[in-house]
């Protein structure tokens, strides 16, 4: 409140500090927030230390990341704050898994080693007609028109090479945009992800991460629905997994 101390989002949030385990980092979901993750990190060993990785920009006096990379880029400067090097441990859960396979990218594209990244419940970037209906007109009737009009906005200015034009005041706003203009690189790794069984159906069981991953995917399914894995019985499913994954 008095401005004098440094943002949170200038360093890692040790969620579960201490432990002599590889630390498990977690991607930023829309928001630029980490919520999502103090349930699942009660639930897995005492000795596995669990950091989040913030957004620039969570205080309001900084401007957001506008790009998935950038925002990719600022997340590996702060792990590497508390782990020079590798290998990694990565975890994304909904759309923070695609900063999550971001941040894998760029560290293979510079020769570190990526252990484990871990999506949850994340889709991977999808594009056409039919894409851009799904988006505008999701299949559960919910019309956010404030969304619609931030995806119109990115449907005309993003293809004409004019979205650095676009200034974001607020941090959701320009996390959103960043998903919806991401085109994502070839990841030559492997990925592990996790579906709860009440999930929309998909034609394609890997949320179509198996067009950008090489090292193949790895398929979890979890009973309960998207907010399930993360709060109650259902983050106590997911720690399971997890710890058989960092195991």
Known sequence: R????????????????????????????????LFFYDNLARH???????????????????????????????AIRLMREVQPAGPYALLGYCSGGVVAFEMARQLEAHGESVALLA?????????????WRNLLFPADGVRDWRLLQERIYQMVLHPLGL???????????????????????????????????????????????DRFVAGGVEITVLSGHHGDLVKGPGAVRLAKELARWLA
């Open 44 to 74: 897995l060993d005492p000795d596995q230390p669990v950091y989040g990785l913030p957004a620039q920009g969570t205080d309001g006096r900084q401007p957001p990341h506008a790009t998935i990379e950038a925002m990719a880029l600022h």
């Open 119 to 131: 999506l949850v419940d994340s889709w991977a970037p999808r594009f056409g007609l039919r894409s």
């Open 163 to 209: 979205g650095r034009l676009r200034r974001f005041t607020k941090l959701g706003e320009a996390h959103r945009w960043a998903l919806w203009s991401y085109r994502p690189k070839r990841l030559a790794g492997r990925v592990v992800l996790v579906r709860p069984s009440g999930s929309l159906r998909s034609p394609n069981p890997t949320h179509g991460w």
């Open 2 to 33: 008095t401005g004098e101390s440094d943002p949170i989002w200038s360093r890692a949030v040790p969620i579960r500090q201490g432990g002599t385990r590889r630390p498990l980092f977690c991607a930023p979901v829309v928001g630029g927030h």
